[in-house]
Structure formats: structure tokens, C-alpha cells
T-cell receptor, first 114, second 111 residues
Framework: DSGVTQTPKHLITATGQRVTLRCSPR?????VYWYQQSLDQGLQFLIQ???????AKGNILERFSAQQFPDLHSELNLSSLELGDSALYFC?????????????FGQGTRLTVV | DAKTTQPTSMDCAEGRAANLPCNHS???????VYWYRQIHSQGPQYIIH???NNETNEMASLIITEDRKSSTLILPHATLRDTAVYYC????????????FGTGTRLKVLA
């Protein structure tokens, strides 16, 4: 158990819909990262937050948005969903503000768009 | 942008050392090399990281060449539970927080 909690574990939704994925980081960790992993693909960096502020942006679509709340949990919002958005979405947290050193990953949310 | 190149797959006999290479010839001078692994579809797990010197922890050893253009992750006594995809990671842009995992090496430990 990494200490990072992601909910829900599985999500099935229709095209055009909007979903919210939730991540609770390890206690004390200020950094949260979001990654997308499509079938047989590597992990694609989406976005990073540190202590409530956006720190880095990757290849995140405009239909996607994220935020980190004062209690440090984070949410990834995916809207106008398309079939190609079906993937595993991972959240990771780390104590450090920048480096991914010793980041701990959650077990992911498997999103299926039908 | 810094990039890494890894073999797509490797096999290793149980109990033997697994040596996983990574090429990162465009790495910047002060950037670390990180290694993670992903077992089946679980969340990736941090293994080790290094800058210039060789590093060792309870999971693995990391050997970085003197010119820093490549590195090798060594699992000294591979077990069946080490079967996973291993990612060599560098920062995409110095000064940012973007890390690219790539497609990694699929290591299969054989009984």
C-alpha cells in the first residue's frame, strides 16, 4: 500500500459525459502528479500540483482540468469524453516540490468510455 | 528534450542478475536518472535514482557511465515477483517538473 488513495477504482461512462477522479496523497506530501496510461502505452504526464498551485503541465487536453484543494487532495476532471480517453489514470504524490524522486503512485482509476 | 531509450523486452532466469540498460545520451549535466517499475497494471513503484556515482539500495543497484549517457539497473537476484515493466526516466526539460516514462523494458523472470 503506497498510501496514495484514488477513487473510484473503476469507472464506466458514455461518450460526451463528464467525470471526476479523486486522489488523496500520502500524509504530509505536498506534490501531486497525474498520469494517463492508455492500453500498452507508457505513462503520459498530465499535470503536477504543489501545495495547491499548478507546477507543471504536460500533454493535458483542454477538455481535462485538475486542481489541488487546501487539504491537498486533488481532482482530475475529464469532460466531453471520447472513446480514446479510455485509460488508466494514476495519481502520485511526493514530499518534494519538484523532483519525482520517491514519488508514490496510487493504484489508479480505470476509465472506460463506451 | 531529454529522452531515454530502452530495450522493449528482456528475459532473465530466476536467481540470476537482471541487467537493464538505458540510453539517455541527451541528459543534461545536473539531471538525475530515475528508475521505476510497474507490475501488471498496478501503480508504478520507485526503485532508485542517481546522478553520477553508482547507487545501491535494498532493491537494486544503478550503474551510470562516466559520460552519463547511459545507465544500467541491476537486480542482483531476480525473482518471479520482479517480472514487470521497468522505466528509466529523466526530466524532459531542465528547470521544469515534467518527467516522461516512455514505454520501458518488459522484464520477464523465468522459473
Amino acid at each position: 500500500d503506497s498510501g496514495v488513495t484514488q477513487t473510484p477504482k473503476h469507472l464506466i461512462t458514455a461518450t460526451g459525459q463528464r467525470v471526476t477522479l479523486r486522489c488523496s496523497p500520502r500524509s504530509g506530501d505536498l506534490s501531486v502528479y497525474w498520469y494517463q496510461q492508455s492500453l500498452d502505452q507508457g505513462l503520459q504526464f498530465l499535470i503536477q500540483y504543489y501545495n495547491g498551485e499548478e507546477r507543471a503541465k504536460g500533454n493535458i487536453l483542454e477538455r481535462f482540468s485538475a486542481q489541488q484543494f487546501p487539504d491537498l487532495h486533488s481532482e482530475l476532471n475529464l469532460s466531453s469524453l471520447e472513446l480514446g480517453d479510455s485509460a488508466l489514470y494514476f495519481c502520485a504524490s511526493s514530499a518534494r516540490g519538484g523532483a519525482i524522486t520517491e514519488a508514490f503512485f496510487g493504484q489508479g482509476t480505470r476509465l472506460t468510455v463506451v | 528534450d531529454a529522452k531515454t531509450t530502452q530495450p522493449t523486452s528482456m528475459d532473465c532466469a530466476e536467481g540470476r542478475a537482471a541487467n537493464l540498460p538505458c540510453n539517455h545520451s541527451t541528459i543534461s549535466g545536473n539531471e538525475y536518472v530515475y528508475w521505476y517499475r510497474q507490475i501488471h497494471s498496478q501503480g508504478p513503484q520507485y526503485i532508485i535514482h542517481g546522478l553520477k556515482n553508482n547507487e545501491t539500495n535494498e532493491m537494486a543497484s544503478l550503474i551510470i557511465t562516466e559520460d552519463r549517457k547511459s545507465s544500467t539497473l541491476i537486480l542482483p537476484h531476480a525473482t518471479l515477483r520482479d517480472t514487470a515493466v521497468y522505466y528509466c526516466i529523466v526530466r524532459v526539460e531542465p528547470g521544469t517538473y515534467k518527467y516522461i516514462f516512455g514505454t520501458g523494458t518488459r522484464l520477464k523472470v523465468l522459473a
